[in-house]
Structures are given as structure tokens and as C-alpha cells.
């Protein structure tokens, strides 16, 4: 059968502290413990319009069109290395709130542990050039994912904290651009040298046609995910009153080039569904529960 | 080589403490210290985060091209609309460096320099053969002195492993407390010695090179980094004053530090609502603005209780731009 859509894996390691942020509390500046489709989108595309660009000022915006048209993306999760394999750690919500499992459900930390495992907060203040003393009001802890695994019980070797996730490209386009891509700048902070990850290795297919183990569709306008749990940002419909629903609501918002991106209201990553349903990934990256009546086809 | 245009080049930066270094987490804490230093939350190793470099940096490459103390520091401006970043496209602190307005309108620039935190590369510790300059494993990965693919721990994790050439022959060598055993058939270590001398650090510390296991190394860190303590007087009586002793730790003189700087290309970018970037013109250009502010790192310093001592850096070595192809354009 002749596919719409490429569906490739791949690794990075988090090269720098990774700051991804979400709207503060207080004098804490919060991250996110995983990468955003949305966010790797924008990477993606300052990378590949200035590295095709020479000189010139690139076209961004025609540039980030033509790649929400031709790639999709998951988020990227933390993973780490256990002898040859990349296990990532993924959101689930359960009876005890929300957890992170890996090596297919047969590990589960509860967020407050696995926070602790991955992510630390680094203090700041601005200095006042006038009287070279710390400005005032301008103390603040950022969090951020460490580039290294706290290991459970500090006996143990560290090891590197891995992102795992799938890209979809169309009848693979973009493949070269982004196999020349080793090393993105990711998320915020980056003139601290936050967010600099480089790639583990060159993209691999997904073989065995699943992403992060679940079945995909490959021959549709949109890539589509067979899944009972929500592993990215999914729109609310009238599939919700459908079913039993675990999970939390996000109401997301942002910016455009220019402009204000309306966000909207959504299911956060690890909401789970009592029955799996087919999820189509959107051009920015919400994940959309397709009608089991009116899937959309090519 | 790829040759493909970079939309970025990084250059490597290594330092050697001229005094101890004192850059502190913004509070005391309870345990071996009163004022402690940043550390890596995982390996907790001491380091100089890149805000704290990156804020150093434009302050003294401010006093450089005479743009201090405006275009320094956050750059919001009075409220009479005077003062603050000048945001101009000609401005080589505003544009290397980012502002935090635009020139009659919101908005701002994030820079086109990077800092990454400055690691420790070689820590001094004393012995019995006198100070010796000791790393890891893991250190040396994250310089890029070695690639993590190609050096992998260490073949004994208690054993200090030395160069043979100049290293006397010693079964073994105190490090502060720890008694180690020393072996010097380690054969990546000619080579990484070789790498660090080409960063420009000098012979008295390359001839004194050890290495030792990660997990050693940390506890070698903590354990001889300066503590000192300090006392306020009481100017009417001339003696200590009353609950005003603390102590505080610091990287001690002669820590070999390393960092990085990420410049991107200024073409690339557009400030104040279209106008090109106009101070610099490449990555090496936005380097050189950087760099200005080194001989004001090596008198002026880097961190807190720079009236007492602390915080001078000498930079060492600038990598030439054809040298620090670090772009991730690497060979497949």
C-alpha cells in the first residue's frame, strides 16, 4: 500500500538544561517535563530556514507553513538508555493522579518522584549596573530538565537524559532537511545556553508501525493514532460525553509571528479513555478524536 | 564536513581561577556552610550558570564599547523614558547581547550569543607531591574534549590514573583525605593530556594531571573546595560583633573552568520591527564582541565577594572560528 505518511523515531540528548516553560507560580518560572509538538515545530523551522538560507534573511513564516504541511510531530519524553534500548517515560493519569510509566506500563513513578528524578530549578536574580547589587524584585528560580537522571536512591551511576519521539513526514518530505539537522535549540532561556539538545544516531522508521507502541494510520489527510491514552494536547468534543475520561484540562495559548495564537481548551498529555480511539494529529499539533463514523479519508 | 551554510558556529572558552570563585544560590542553607555555591543538581558538582556569564559578559562588554551602564543590566528605562537599552541595530551589546525594548515600541531581542554553564574541567587539589590538577570522565564529555561514544568510564573506579611521562613513580597518592592507588596504563590519557594543552592551559597544570572515576570526582570537589569564614566587627569595640560569623565555599584558585559560546548568524535576524543587524555581521563577529569583555573578567571577576578576593577568571584560550566546528554539521 502506498503511504501518505513516514512515520520516523528519534532520539535526542539533552545537551543543557531544557526549559520549556508554562505559566509561572509566583517567583517560580515552571517547565514542562516533556517537549511540546508545537515547540519542536518552531525549532525545527528556525533551524532548517536559516541552515537553507546562506546569508539571507529566511522566509520563516512560508518556511513553517510548508513544514505544517508536510510534518507532523509528537511530543518528545524523557527517556533514558537500559542497554540497547531507549525507554521513554510517558504521562498516565490513574485513580492515584496522574503517573509517568515506561517499559510498556511495567514501571510507574508518581509525577512528584519522577519530577524529582528529572527536573531541578537554578536560582537568578538581575544585577543593578548602577549599584552592581541585585536589582530588586528580580529574584526567581527557573525550573528545568537536568541533562543527567537523578538516580533513585543516589547510589547508582547517572545517566543522560534522552527525548524520544516520533516525526511524521509526508510522502517523506523534509527528510534530508531534517536528517542534517544534529543539534536544535529548544524552548526558552536559550541565550543561557538552555535547550540545546543534539540527535542519538540517524532517524529510524518506526518498523514496526506503532508510535510510543500503539498502532498508526498512515494513508490519511492527517497521521492518525490508535490510542486510549492522550500523549499529546487533544481538542474537546463531542467525544468526551462519550466515554469515561481521566486527565486534566490545559487551556493552551501562545503566539504566532506577529500575532496572538488563540488557544484552546484541551486534555493534557496522559488522559486516559476507557475505550482507545483513533487520534489525527493536527497541523499545530493537537491531537483530534476522529468519529469512528466519519473518519476522514484521502 | 558538510558545506552547507551554519546558521550558528560555537566557540570553546577555558579559564583558569585567578582567585577563588564565589557564585552563590541566593540563600543560606543548612549543613557544612552558611552561604553555599551553585552546584549540578545531578552530579552536584559545582558550576557558573550561564545567566550569571552571560550577565558578567554584557556588563563588561558594555564598559568596553562605552555603553555602561545603559546598555547593561535588565535595560528597562526611568520613568521619565530615559536610560535602559539603546536597542540600536548598531549597538554590539544590544544586539549580541538582546534588549528588552524596542526603540519606540514593545518588544525585544533575545541576542545572538549563547552561553552554556561553565564546568569544571581540572579542580586542584593538594597531595603530597604537591597540587594536582584531577578530572573525570564526565568532565572531559562534556568539554568535547572527548566524544561520549568514545570514552567510556574508567577501566578501575577507585585508582587515580596519572600520565607516566613526569608522573613519579608513585604506588599511590593522597587527594585531600582519599589514599589512592595510581596506575598510569590508561590509554586515552595521552591523548586527552595532549587536547588540554591545546586549549591553552598551562604546563605546570598538564603535567599534573589525574584522572579519577566520576563518582570520585565529585566527592573530591566537595570535599577540598575553600571554605572560609568570616566575622563582622563591631567598629565601636574593634572586636567580633555578635551572631555575624558565617561561613562560605568557593572554586578554589587554579579550578580550570570551561565554557561555551553559541553565536548565531546575524543575518538571520531582524530587530525594531524590520531593521537588519548592523554592529556585527557573522558568528565570529558576534565571538569577537564577547571576547572584549575578558580583560575585565580577569580584574574585575565573576561572582559575589569580589571585595574580598574573589571572582577573577583568565580566559586562556580563544578558539579560532576554523578550529570550533562545533555547529552540528558534523560528518555522517
Known amino acids: 500500500m502506498n503511504m501518505t505518511w513516514t512515520a520516523l ?20 518560572n515552571r517547565c514542562r517535563p516533556y517537549v511540546p509538538a508545537r515547540t519542536l515545530w518552531g525549532a525545527v523551522t528556525a533551524e532548517i530556514s536559516r541552515s537553507s538560507n546562506g546569508d539571507s534573511f529566511p522566509d520563516y ?76 524584585g528580580t529574584l526567581r528560580e527557573t525550573e528545568c530538565i537536568n541533562p543527567w537522571w537523578r538516580d533513585s536512591n543516589c547510589q547508582e ?35 543561557y545556553g538552555h535547550g540545546r539538545i543534539s540527535r542519538v544516531g540517524g532517524h529510524k522508521e518506526a518498523g514496526d508501525v506503532s508510535v510510543f507502541g500503539k498502532p498508526i494510520h498512515r494513508d490519511r489527510e492527517n497521521p492518525g493514532i490508535q490510542s486510549d491514552i492522550i500523549w499529546g494536547h487533544a481538542l474537546e468534543g463531542d467525544w468526551q460525553k462519550k466515554q469515561m475520561i481521566q486527565g486534566e484540562q490545559e487551556l493552551l495559548g501562545g503566539w504566532n509571528q506577529g500575532s496572538p495564537w488563540r488557544g484552546k481548551l484541551t486534555w493534557a498529555p496522559g488522559t486516559f479513555l476507557t475505550e482507545s480511539a483513533v487520534w489525527s494529529i493536527e497541523k499545530d499539533g493537537y491531537w483530534k478524536h476522529q468519529d469512528k463514523n466519519r473518519r476522514e479519508r484521502k | 564536513m558538510s558545506a552547507e ?27 557544612r556552610v552558611d552561604n553555599t555555591i ?34 547593561a543590566g535588565l535595560g528597562q528605562p526611568e520613568r521619565d523614558g530615559a536610560g535602559g537599552h539603546c536597542g540600536s541595530a548598531d549597538c554590539p551589546v544590544c544586539t549580541v547581547f538582546g534588549f528588552a525594548k524596542g526603540i519606540g515600541s514593545s518588544g525585544g531581542f533575545a541576542g545572538l550569543a549563547a552561553f552554556s554553564d561553565m564546568h569544571v574541567l581540572l579542580f586542584p587539589v593538594a597531595s603530597q607531591l604537591g597540587p594536582q590538577w584531577i578530572t573525570c570522565p564526565m568532565a572531559l564529555r562534556q568539554t568535547g574534549i ?49 587536547k588540554i594543552e591545546e586549549l591553552g592551559i598551562p604546563g605546570y597544570i598538564t603535567s599534573r594531571l589525574g584522572v579519577v572515576s566520576d ?19 563591631d567598629p565601636a569595640t574593634g572586636a567580633a560583633k555578635k551572631r555575624a560569623l558565617f561561613t562560605y565555599e568557593a572554586l578554589p584558585r587554579g579550578t580550570v573552568l570551561f565554557w561555551e559560546v553559541t553565536c548565531r548568524n546575524p543575518k538571520h535576524f531582524k530587530i525594531n520591527g524590520g531593521n537588519k543587524v548592523e554592529a556585527v555581521g557573522s558568528p565570529g563577529g558576534v565571538r ?26 583568565r580566559v586562556l584560550e580563544t578558539t579560532k572560528p576554523d578550529d570550533a566546528d562545533k555547529s552540528g554539521k558534523e560528518d555522517k
Not at chain 1, 9 to 20: D, G, I, M, Q, S
Not at chain 1, 70 to 96: H, N, S
Request: proline share 6%; hydrophobic share 35%; glycine share 10%.
Open chain 2, 146 to 194: 572527548a566524544k561520549p561514544s568514545e570514552l567510556g568510564d574508567l577501566p578501575e573506579q577507585q585508582v587515580l590514573y596519572r600520565k607516566t611521562d613526569g608522573a613519579e613513580a608513585l604506588p599511590s597518592l593522597n587527594l585531600g583525605w582519599l589514599f589512592l592507588q595510581v596506575k598510569t596504563d590508561w590509554q586515552p590519557l595521552e591523548e586527552i593530556a595532549q
Open chain 2, 38 to 71: 551553585v552546584r549540578d543538581p545531578v552530579t552536584r558538582i559545582p558550576k557558573i550558570p550561564g545567566s550569571s556569564i552571560a550577565g558578567v559578559m554584557r556588563a563588561y562588554t558594555a564598559m568596553a564599547k562605552e555603553k555602561y551602564p545603559n546598555c
Open chain 1, 9 to 28: 523515531r528519534w532520539v535526542w540528548r539533552l545537551e543543557a538544561p531544557l526549559f520549556v516553560g508554562i505559566p509561572p507560580a509566583g517567583a517560580l
Open chain 2, 215 to 233: 563518582k570520585l570526582f565529585t566527592h573530591i570537589v566537595n570535599s577540598n573546595l575553600e571554605v572560609r569564614t568570616s566575622v563582622a566587627i
Open chain 1, 157 to 191: 551511576e547517572t545517566s543522560a537524559v534522552l527525548l524520544l519521539g516520533y516525526v511524521f513526514l509526508r510522502k517523506n518530505g523534509f527528510r534530508s532537511q531534517l536528517d542534517n539537522i544534529d543539534t536544535l535549540f529548544v524552548g526558552g532561556d536559550t541565550r
Open chain 1, 61 to 136: 513564516r512560508k518556511r513553517g507553513e510548508e513544514i505544517r504541511e508536510q510534518c507532523r510531530f509528537t511530543y518528545l519524553f524523557p527517556a533514558e538508555k537500559r542497554g540497547d534500548k531507549v525507554l521513554a517515560w510517558r504521562p498516565l493519569f490513574r485513580k492515584k493522579g496522574l503517573q509517568w510509566c515506561c517499559n510498556g506500563g511495567e514501571e510507574y513513578l508518581s509525577d512528584r518522584d519522577f519530577r524529582r528524578r528529572l527536573m531541578g530549578s537554578r536560582p537568578g536574580t538581575a544585577i543593578a549596573p548602577e549599584s552592581y547589587s541585585a536589582s530588586e
Open chain 2, 5 to 31: 551554510p551554519r546558521s550558528y558556529e560555537t566557540f570553546s572558552f577555558s579559564g583558569v581561577a585567578l582567585d577563588p570563585i564565589h557564585v552563590g544560590t541566593g540563600g543560606t542553607r543548612l549543613g
Open chain 2, 288 to 313: 569577537d564582541v564577547v571576547t572584549k569583555a575578558h580583560p575585565y573578567l580577569e580584574h574585575l571577576g565573576i561572582g559575589g565577594m569580589g571585595s574580598r578576593g574573589m571572582g577573577r577568571l
